[in-house]
């Protein structure tokens, strides 16, 4: 770390699912790496349900190092999302570092990180530059997706894949973790008004087990990014969306109507073995639906907002008195 760092203590959070091969050098490797950094810091082990020896091996590792250790074992397997989430919501320190347990991230690059932290950022993402994985099952499919999200959420990183980054504690405060959105969570933070940074991350080749990640994983992504450009734009005002395309659908149900008028007026064409008499019932009820479908959201924001006193914002900095 730099001189000019400040001594930040640090909760290191490790999402653990069958790593019983990897964890005696995960947990020295990351003591090395901090002792180096020479901060205050905390390793929390969330086991995800594993089937193998990890939850022994983390009993082990805290009562080997009960002043740094910390575990927490499912009932059974949640996700990694939840993993860290719960690693997240029991962390102690000012910042949170979330890694994963096959050794493919470098804990020697967490006081990078904290470099950065200290500059004044509040997330700080790792960018697997020279990712260590094949080219056509892993790293094709992320460049794809990490563009994707990129341009639709206005938040540019090169690897929102990366397991390894760093979060202020206070920004980690305000996000939620839900389905496959630890990827997003610098999208997240981002939308409330934390600044964002990027560095390069040694990836080293997977040395145990095998990568939890199938193509299932894809639908899941590309189903979360819609409800992340959801949440971004329109999830403290749903009528936005629903009302717009509501709206759209009434206008060209409304011109499907006049069309059948006009045919029937002027054509005598029967009614009820006109297209054009479907198309407006299809589209008028739909655009009816739509606009319910945009008043219910709305109750349900005010509820939801209100009924918990939350606030729409998030703020960074205030003066003392009124």
Not at 63 to 79: A, Q, Y
Not at 87 to 101: N, Y
């Amino acid at each position: 770390m730099s001189e000019h760092a400040a001594p930040y203590a640090v909760s290191v959070v490790v999402p653990i699912y069958n790593e019983a091969e990897s964890l005696p050098r995960l947990y020295a490797e990351v003591t090395e790496a901090m002792a180096a950094a020479q901060v205050p810091y905390e390793l929390i082990l969330v086991d995800d349900g594993s089937t193998d020896e990890s939850p022994a091996l983390l009993r082990e590792l805290r009562d080997g190092d009960p002043e740094h250790v910390r575990f927490i074992i499912f009932r059974r397997n949640f996700g990694q999302t939840a993993a860290m989430a719960a690693g997240f919501d029991v962390a102690q320190h000012e910042v949170i570092v979330p890694m994963d347990a096959d050794l493919q991230n470098d804990p020697r690059d967490i006081p990078r990180l904290l470099e950065k932290i200290n500059d004044g950022y509040d997330v700080v993402s790792g960018w697997r530059a020279d990712r260590k994985d094949k080219f056509l099952s892993r790293r094709l499919p992320s460049r794809v997706a990490n563009r994707l999200i990129s341009v639709i959420t206005g938040v540019h990183l090169h690897d929102y894949g990366c397991t390894l980054k760093a979060y202020h504690r206070e920004v980690a405060a305000h996000m939620n973790f839900y389905g496959e959105l630890h990827r997003f969570l610098p999208v997240l933070a981002s939308w409330a008004g934390a600044r964002v940074a990027e560095i390069k991350v040694n990836h080293r080749p997977r040395e145990f087990g095998v990568s939890k990640y199938g193509m299932g994983r894809t639908l899941r992504v590309v189903l979360d990014l819609i409800t992340i450009k959801f949440l971004l734009s329109y999830s403290t005002r749903p009528m936005q969306v629903f009302g717009k395309w509501g709206i759209g659908a009434l206008g060209i149900g409304f011109v499907a109507g006049l069309v059948t008028l006009g045919q029937k007026i002027f054509s005598g064409q029967d009614v009820t073995d006109n297209a054009w008499l479907f198309v407006c019932m299809f589209f008028g009820l739909g655009g009816l639906q739509l606009i319910c479908m945009g008043l219910l959201g709305e109750i349900s924001v005010r509820t939801y907002y209100e009924s918990q006193q939350k606030a729409i914002y998030t703020i960074r900095e205030q003066s003392d008195g009124s």
